[in-house]
Nanobody
Framework: EVQLVESGGGLVQAGGSLRLSCAAS????????IGWFRQAPGKEREGVSC????????YYADSVKGRFTISSDNAKNTVYLEMNSLKPEDTAVYYC??????????????????????WGQGTQVTVSS
């Protein structure tokens, strides 16, 4: 069973930075993708970024391109989301999620939450103006 645990959220002023971590376990093969998603109050969950494990290909939502960077440390089985130049509109609960199997056949660039089947519990990010 895939398990994901997020950490690193918090309160930061606009223009500041945070790094989120997603500790992953339970994968039985390397065909998977890890994504970061967020959900603000009253809004639908939206994709932020994802990385395909087999080739390291990354994807970003337009709203975060140039500000957020997804990376991984395979030795630690951890995926990171480095968030810079944060804006109040980035305030949300951030989730990491896994898509297991067939990662080359899904349109990962669309960052569709429905494609990801395993989810962490989420971590709150609040950006004050």
């Amino acid at each position: 069973e895939v398990q994901l645990v997020e950490s690193g959220g918090g309160l930061v002023q606009a223009g500041g930075s945070l790094r989120l971590s997603c500790a992953a376990s339970g994968f039985t093969h390397d065909d998977y993708a890890i994504g970061w998603f967020r959900q603000a109050p009253g809004k639908e969950r939206e994709g932020v970024s994802c990385m395909r494990n087999s080739d390291g290909r990354t994807y970003y939502a337009d709203s975060v391109k140039g500000r957020f960077t997804i990376s991984s440390d395979n030795a630690k089985n951890t995926v990171y989301l480095e968030m810079n130049s944060l804006k109040p509109e980035d305030t949300a609960v951030y989730y990491c999620a896994a898509l297991v199997g067939g990662s080359r056949w899904y349109p990962l660039r669309l960052l569709r939450p429905a494609d990801f089947t395993s989810w962490g519990q989420g971590t709150q990010v609040t950006v004050s103006s």
